[in-house]
């Protein structure tokens, strides 16, 4: 495991999962905490460099997000980010008030000081994303001025000796065409950084320790047939083979014949040496999901039931020490870490219930993003097609029906979604597109089908593109294949007269529909 790390320190900005993401890119770990972590724990645990991230507040409102002064004083490299920098120069003796004229998208920033080390090889004028209301508007004591636009006096500052450094853009953000150039200078030119983070190593280094945790105890691994619990079971098997009982529970929410496939790959004629348990649990989360429609309360009483029929599962086989989920670091982040809001909690985070009856909870993915979960399957020889799997939610098809949730509905959707890849596959676009699917609303209309008419549900087709499932954009699909999907759904599955394409991009939506 990596020694060297850089700490995100959470304000609550929207960016603050992919200013990690791209830390990590560049082959250094790094980890978010809220910015209310204590000063001491942070010296203990002596971070390479901490990072300050945007924020939606006014660092001179009432309501305004502050850290420890003592922060400043550590002697660590910390690089502020918008909110970030304004803080700093806020605590250090600046000024800062709202802009004349706000700054929101690309925007040219003009590189005023070349002995910087933050903006070594950015060129003079380059092209940066910028997100803000407030600007600084006199320099704290001792820092001097790197860059600035036209609208914003201060667009970067530092001061080298003292190692603190700021920017007002979005330097994570692909938008900044030399951001990565500015991140890289901080974690190598300024903290130092060797990068020691390697894929590679992680698998090695996670089985010795899985090794190490269990001993000769016993495991259960909720296996959903997703690339996370997949890439966990992996793991695990390696580690401790049959020690380890996986349990898939089929939980009527799964897509199309979904069910029979993960039973093909990780049951008995599998290649994976573990116990594999199927239990049909549909009609135990249909009666629970009975007239619920909030999507929170949906994934916190799917993530209970599954609980409760691993407690079942696991006082069938006898004593079970540790229960196995594959809980990456988004599921965390986006469960709520720090001041950020909660955007959805995950049946493997927050919707846990205060009492299960193991151990101890062994989460070997916790640590990594989606795409390193996929590297990481590379490295243990998971088979691509499971590797490059759909990407499909813990609750299922039950965060994907807007409303209450029944067997008919289900269907629905089922039979959409299958449509809707299988066109998608056949278009060549399988690959091209990170995650698609078809979801359904609770609106019905009316529509005219042969000489009658109808009133019918609306389904909704989502399609994106991302590098890190932390931002994405809409896929462009070409009209031809989204004509020939709805064709095909509004013909072949029963009660729906409508068919929609999704071209919310994230933020401000979520990938998922719910």
């Known amino acids: 495991m990596s020694k060297e790390k850089i700490f995100v320190l959470d304000f609550g900005g929207q960016y603050n999962q992919l200013i990690a993401r791209r830390v990590r890119d560049n082959g250094v770990y790094c980890e978010i905490h809220s910015y209310k972590m204590p000063i001491e724990e942070i010296k203990a645990a002596a971070p390479s460099g901490i990072i300050l991230t945007g924020g939606p507040n006014s660092v001179y409102g009432d309501d305004a997000i502050l850290a420890d002064p003592k922060l400043f004083e550590l002697g660590i490299p910390i690089l502020g980010i918008c909110y970030g920098a304004q803080l700093m120069a806020h605590m250090l003796g600046g000024n800062v008030e709202t802009a004349p004229t706000s700054e929101y998208g690309k925007t ?159 049951g008995a004629s599998g290649a994976y040496d573990l116990n594999f348990i199927k239990v049909d649990a549909k009609d135990r989360f249909y009666e629970k999901l009975k007239g619920v429609t909030d999507p929170e309360s949906k994934r916190k009483i799917i993530g209970e039931e599954f609980i409760r029929v691993f407690e079942e599962e696991a006082k069938k086989i006898g004593s079970v020490d540790y229960m196995v989920q594959g809980t990456i670091y ?107 699917f078809a979801a359904l609303t609770n609106m019905r209309s009316v529509g005219v089908m042969g000489d009658f008419r109808t009133y019918d549900y609306a389904v909704v087709l989502r399609a994106v593109t991302t590098i890190d499932f932390m931002s994405a954009e809409a896929a462009q699909l070409p009209w031809e294949l989204l004509e020939k999907v709805m064709n095909r759904i509004i013909n072949e599955v029963d009660h729906v007269n409508r068919v929609l394409y999704d071209c919310t991009s994230k933020p401000p939506g979520t990938i998922e529909f719910e």
């Open 108 to 266: 040219r920033m003009q590189v005023t000081f070349d002995k910087s080390k933050l903006m070594k090889d950015v060129p003079e004028e380059t092209v940066v994303w910028m997100s803000h209301t407030d600007y600084i508007s006199k320099l704290p004591p001792a820092f001097y001025k790197t860059a600035s636009t036209e609208v914003c006096p201060v667009a970067a500052m530092e001061d080298s000796r003292r190692r603190l450094y700021a920017v007002q853009c979005h330097p994570e953000v692909t938008h900044s065409v030399d951001g990565d150039k500015v991140l890289r200078n901080f974690l190598y030119e300024i903290c130092e950084c060797k990068g020691d983070w390697q894929m590679s190593s992680f698998a090695t280094n996670t089985i010795e320790k899985i090794k190490a945790t269990v001993g000769d105890g016993k495991a259960l691994c909720a296996l959903s047939g997703g690339v996370d619990s997949s890439v966990a079971a992996v793991l695990m098997s390696k580690a401790i083979g049959k020690q380890l009982t996986c349990v898939f529970v089929d939980h009527g929410l799964l897509r199309k014949n979904e069910a029979e496939q993960v039973a093909e790959v990780f």
């Open 330 to 436: 988004p599921d965390v982040i986006e469960s709520g870490v720090g001041p950020s809001a909660v955007i959805k909690s995950h049946h493997n985070v927050g919707g846990l219930p205060d009492h299960v009856d193991f151990k101890e909870i062994i989460e070997p993915l916790r640590d990594l993003f989606k795409d390193e979960v996929r590297k990481v399957g590379l490295e243990l020889g998971i088979p691509e097609e499971l590797v490059f799997r759909q990407p499909f939610p813990g609750p299922g098809l039950g965060i994907r029906i807007i409303g209450e949730v029944t067997a008919d509905k289900v269907k629905i959707v089922q039979d959409a979604d299958a449509i809707f890849r299988e066109e998608v596959a056949k278009a060549g676009l399988n690959y091209d597109i990170n995650q698609y």
